[in-house]
Structures are given as structure tokens and as C-alpha cells.
T-cell receptor
Framework: SQTIHQWPATLVQPVGSPLSLECTVE??????LYWYRQAAGRGLQLLFY??????ISSEVPQNLSASRPQDRQFILSSKKLLLSDSGFYLC?????????FGQGTRLTVV | TQLLEQSPQFLSIQEGENLTVYCNSS?????LQWYRQEPGEGPVLLVT?????EVKKLKRLTFQFGDARKDSSLHITAAQPGDTGLYLC?????????FGTGTSLTVIP
């Protein structure tokens, strides 16, 4: 079956510390993968999307970066977190007209 | 860049009232979805529309895809407290998948 895993579920990090969020997909090959960030009560803002290994497109210039070292692995990173990086991060995989969501990561930068 | 703009952003209504949420864009989408999201969880798919002018009904919810496939609407009849949540539209175009800005709905008993 097709599944998507995202971790960690919650994270509290100090300003200036690094970040690594990981997302893996099972049951499919060559998926389109996305990282979104969501502010409280608002829609999802597309941060990065990837159509294949090593192929990353950035939608919003910012303090974050993404990498796709393997076909079914998508990583969101930062070298130095800012307070404004706090939010709810979702990894998403799309197949045809349907989207599959990771569990989400609640990141609080303090 | 937010390709999909939703309105209204916030909506608070009494139980039994009707409401409509709009999702607008200047871009054409091959398909458009509507999701409902609870706090701290991922969105849950409500419906997918793929044909311009398509209308789909899901109990008290009616979804319409614009003729030009650039916009959509969600109409809820006789809203109930259980309808409370964040409603998101999402559109697929090429390899990109965009979500709307969201509409936070509160239905007061």
C-alpha cells in the first residue's frame, strides 16, 4: 500500500540551531514530493517541490533548503533557524489528482 | 506565491445557515480538490473535480468547478457545528500542487 511517513511530529528548537525534517514514501516510485508550511488557521504555503532525485524547485526564497537524496526521501533543512520559521510543516506526495499527507511537524523556534 | 485565493478568510455563522466559500485563481488547473482540516492534523480530502463546469454534491456540501477551470466554490446548506474546521482548496497544474489560502469556518450551535 502507498504510505508517507514524516518525522518528528513535534520539535522545539532554539534560534540559530539547525533543522532536519525527513519524509519518506512507500509503495510508489518516482513520486512528486512537496514541503508546505502552514501558519495557524491559514492555508498551506508551498516551500519546495521535487519531481525526482536531486531535482528541487524552490517557491519561496527563505532560510530553508530541501534535498532529495533518494527517490522516496525528501528532507527539509535549515542551517540556522529563525523565530519566523515556527509553524506546521507538511510533506505531501501527489499521484494523478490525489494528494497524500504526512503526519505533519509542529516546529516551535524559541 | 499564492496561486489560489480563498474568500472569506474567516467565517462565523449560526447553525442552520447556508454559506459559500470561494477559491479563485488566474491560472488554469487540471484538477481541483477541496479539503477539510482539523487543528494539528493533515487535510482530509472532500472532493476532486476535473471537468470545467462540473458540480458535485456530498450530502449538504455542493462543489462547483468553474467553466474555465480557474475557480471553484463550496456551498454548505444548513451548516452544523460538526462542519467547523479549516477548508482548503488545492489545484494541480503540471508538476505543481498548490493549496489555497484557507477559510476558517466556525458554526455556532
Amino acid at each position: 500500500s502507498q504510505t508517507i511517513h514524516q518525522w518528528p511530529a513535534t520539535l522545539v528548537q532554539p534560534v540559530g540551531s539547525p533543522l532536519s525534517l525527513e519524509c519518506t514514501v512507500e509503495g510508489t516510485s518516482n513520486p512528486n514530493l512537496y514541503w508546505y508550511r502552514q501558519a495557524a488557521g491559514r492555508g498551506l504555503q508551498l516551500l519546495f517541490y521535487s519531481v525526482g532525485i536531486g531535482q528541487i524547485s524552490s517557491e519561496v526564497p527563505q532560510n530553508l533548503s530541501a534535498s532529495r537524496p533518494q527517490d522516496r526521501q525528501f528532507i527539509l533543512s535549515s542551517k540556522k533557524l529563525l523565530l519566523s520559521d515556527s509553524g506546521f510543516y507538511l510533506c505531501v506526495w501527489t499521484a494523478n489528482t490525489e494528494a497524500f499527507f504526512g503526519q505533519g511537524t509542529r516546529l516551535t523556534v524559541v | 506565491t499564492q496561486l489560489l485565493e480563498q474568500s472569506p478568510q474567516f467565517l462565523s455563522i449560526q447553525e442552520g445557515e447556508n454559506l459559500t466559500v470561494y477559491c479563485n485563481s488566474s491560472s488554469v488547473f487540471s484538477s481541483l480538490q477541496w479539503y477539510r482540516q482539523e487543528p494539528g492534523e493533515g487535510p482530509v480530502l472532500l472532493v476532486t473535480v476535473v471537468t470545467g463546469g462540473e458540480v458535485k454534491k456530498l450530502k449538504r456540501l455542493t462543489f462547483q468547478f468553474g467553466d474555465a477551470r480557474k475557480d471553484s466554490s463550496l456551498h454548505i446548506t444548513a451548516a452544523q457545528p460538526g462542519d467547523t474546521g479549516l477548508y482548503l482548496c488545492a489545484g494541480a497544474t503540471g508538476n505543481q500542487f498548490y493549496f489555497g489560502t484557507g477559510t476558517s469556518l466556525t458554526v455556532i450551535p
